[in-house]
């Protein structure tokens, strides 16, 4: 799926049931932050796993080419927000996210 950079979706960080919009090409973990959204995060190239949650709803794809996940993390619905690109709405759990 190519992304398209004028794309902008909303996405949901639950259980706070925060909100943001994602857009264009900016990873999951920028638009967070742009969005007033705290996600943890530390290295911010997808290796160190800080920022790690599940995906409830929604696709995502990567900047990079090997993020620090399994296939079969993956496949249980792990993300690495950080070097994640929304392709369509998201919900995504993650139960330290914080309104800054
Ligand atoms: S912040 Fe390190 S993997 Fe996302």
Redo the contacts with the bound molecule.
């Keep these: 799926m190519s992304h398209a950079p004028d794309a902008c979706y909303q996405v949901r960080v639950e259980p706070a049931g925060l909100a943001f919009d994602a857009e264009g090409a900016l990873t999951v ?1 920028e638009a967070a932050e742009m969005g007033r959204v705290e996600l ?13 949650c599940q995906l409830r709803e929604g696709q995502v794809s990567y900047t990079v080419e090997w ?2 996940l399994s296939a079969e993390e993956k496949a249980q619905g792990w993300i ?4 994640a690109v929304a392709e369509s709405n998201l919900v995504l759990e993650q139960p330290a996210a914080r309104a800054t």
């Design positions: 973990l943890p995060s530390s290295c911010r190239n997808g290796t160190c796993r800080t920022c790690l993020p620090g690495l927000p950080c070097v």
